[in-house]
Nanobody, 127 residues
């Protein structure tokens, strides 16, 4: 079992920045691909970014490429999402998720088949 707790959300003006953190429980954090998803009101949850177990490979949705950066610190059991040049359309509840090897094999690091999810954290970007 992996428990995930997000932090760092809040209200920011368009053009501003936020950094989300996701702290994971357990001693096997480095064995999971980690991802961030988001869900805006009235919309389906969508992939934002993912990072490989070592941190050597990253994946981004086209809508955030060049503005968001995912990173991880396996010594601290934490994954981050640095969000720059935020836009009102980035407003959503952001979820951290962990994907085990079997799920990676099933649909890749950017696919929706993640095994563990955080409770989500609100990010609101005002215009």
């Amino acid at each position: 079992q992996v428990q995930l707790v997000e932090s760092g959300g809040g209200l920011v003006q368009a053009g501003g920045s936020l950094r989300l953190s996701c702290a994971a429980s357990g001693r096997t954090f480095s064995s999971y691909v980690m991802g961030w998803f988001r869900q805006a009101p009235g919309k389906e949850r969508e992939f934002v970014a993912a990072i490989s177990r070592s941190g050597g490979s990253t994946y981004y949705a086209e809508s955030v490429k060049g503005r968001f950066t995912i990173s991880r610190d396996n010594a601290k059991n934490t994954v981050y999402l640095q969000m720059n040049s935020l836009k009102p359309e980035d407003t959503a509840v952001y979820y951290c998720a962990a994907k085990g090897l079997a799920s990676v094999v099933a649909d890749g690091p950017a696919g929706p088949k993640y095994d563990y999810w955080g409770q989500g954290i609100q990010v609101t970007v005002s215009s």
